[in-house]
């Protein structure tokens, strides 16, 4: 069935320094593709996302890209800081259903 | 705007016990999610509602579970009888269009079933 695969699960950086989040989807069909921030104790909230016709997006510190021959997409964070702290959720979707990745836990040491 | 609400925001109940969660969504949005949460699992769609008719409710696990959504401000989704298996932390997220979209998610009811 459709999946999405996102690595790393965990990632500690030093605040100041890059994260990169990839993930990997199944469904050829998919064409939106959105990245949630999910704090503790909180809902998922929409950070970025990209559409199958855009290769990159950038919105100030938060960037997104998608190679849609290799089915791959990555979320890059510049100059992280400790607020960025939170799980990270990537997912693939067309019409109403998004598949979600089974996220990636950000620490930012400070 | 308020967000998508959600109550309760915590529920203990006993096996064997009915639960209801409610959800009443962004007002203007007519498409209404029903997600479950947990470790094992990650975030699945239960139930998708468009214009407060039931479209997909191939996630819902079993027939302990439905959903129903009497107008375009309310919706509800019951455990009827519920397990410890049920426990989980279930969203409901609405969309002011079905597609390409944000989905605004409410901050979740976290349910724990003994």
């Known amino acids: 069935g459709e999946n999405v695969e996102q690595h790393p699960s965990t990632l500690s950086v030093q605040e100041g320094d890059s994260a990169v989040i990839k993930c990997t989807y199944s469904?050829?069909?998919?064409?939106?593709f959105p990245w949630y921030k999910q704090e503790l104790g909180k809902g998922p909230q929409l950070i970025i996302d990209?559409?199958?016709?855009?290769g990159e997006k950038k919105d100030q510190r938060i960037a997104v890209t998608l190679n849609k021959t290799a089915k791959h997409f990555s979320l890059h964070i510049t100059e992280t800081q400790p607020e960025d702290s939170a799980v990270y959720f990537c997912?693939?979707?067309?019409?109403?259903?998004?598949?979600f990745g089974t996220g990636t836990r950000l620490k930012v040491l400070a | 705007d308020a967000g998508v609400i959600q109550s309760p925001r915590h529920e203990v109940t006993e096996m064997g016990q009915e639960v209801t969660l409610r959800c009443k969504p962004i007002?203007?949005?007519?498409?209404l999610f029903w997600y479950r949460q947990t470790m094992m699992r990650g975030l699945e769609l239960l139930i998708y509602?468009?214009?407060?008719?039931?479209?997909?409710d191939s996630g819902m696990p079993e027939d302990r579970f439905s959903a129903k959504m009497p107008n375009a401000s309310f919706s509800t989704l019951k455990i009827q009888p519920s397990e410890p298996r049920d426990s989980a932390v279930y969203f409901c997220?609405?969309?002011?269009?079905?597609?390409?979209?944000?989905?605004?998610f409410g901050p979740g009811t976290r349910l724990t079933v003994t």
């Open positions: 997220a609405s969309s002011p269009v079905a597609g390409y979209y944000e989905q605004y």
């Open positions: 469904d050829s069909a998919s064409n939106y």
């Open positions: 990209i559409r199958s016709n855009v």
């Open positions: 997912a693939a979707g067309g019409t109403y259903k998004y598949i």
């Open positions: 007002s203007g949005h007519n498409s």
């Open positions: 509602f468009n214009n407060n008719v039931p479209i997909d």
